[in-house]
Nanobody
Framework: QVQLVESGGGLVQAGGSLRLSCAAS????????MAWLRQGPGKEREFVAI????????YYADSVKGRFTISRDNAKNTVFLEMKSLTPEDTAAYYC?????????????????WGQGTQVTVSS
C-alpha cells in the first residue's frame, strides 16, 4: 500500500507560480511511475504530467508543456510539480497518483494509488 498526501495548492493570480508536493509513505516511490492529474470544475479528471521511477523520462499534457515541470526525490519519497505562467484554465483540484508502469499514463484508470488532492485556483 502507498499513501500519498499532496500539498502546496492555493490561490494565485494569472501569470503566477506554485509548487505542489506529494509525500508518500508505505513503500518506496522509486517502484512507481508518479503522475499529476487534475480535475477542473465540471470537467473529467485529466492527465497533467508523469515521471518514470528512475526519473529518466517525463511526459506532459500539451496544455502544460513548457510551463509545468515534474520532478521527484526518491530519497525523500516526494514528487513535485512546478507550475509557472498559470492561467485561469489551470484552476482544478490536483491529484498525485502512482502506477506500477508508465504505460497507459494518459488514462486515470491506469493509476493504483491516489492522494486526496490539493486545490489550485488561478484568478484573472
Amino acid at each position: 500500500q502507498v499513501q500519498l498526501v499532496e500539498s502546496g495548492g492555493g490561490l494565485v493570480q494569472a501569470g503566477g507560480s506554485l509548487r505542489l508536493s506529494c509525500a508518500a509513505s508505505g513503500r518506496s516511490l522509486s517502484l512507481y511511475a508518479m503522475a499529476w492529474l487534475r480535475q477542473g470544475p465540471g470537467k473529467e479528471r485529466e492527465f497533467v504530467a508523469i515521471i518514470t521511477g528512475t526519473s529518466t523520462r517525463t511526459y506532459y499534457a500539451d496544455s502544460v508543456k513548457g510551463r509545468f515541470t515534474i520532478s521527484r526525490d526518491n530519497a525523500k519519497n516526494t514528487v513535485f510539480l512546478e507550475m509557472k505562467s498559470l492561467t485561469p484554465e489551470d484552476t482544478a483540484a490536483y491529484y498525485c497518483a502512482a502506477a506500477s508502469t508508465a504505460l497507459g499514463y494518459f488514462s486515470p484508470a491506469s493509476y493504483e494509488y491516489w492522494g486526496q488532492g490539493t486545490q489550485v485556483t488561478v484568478s484573472s
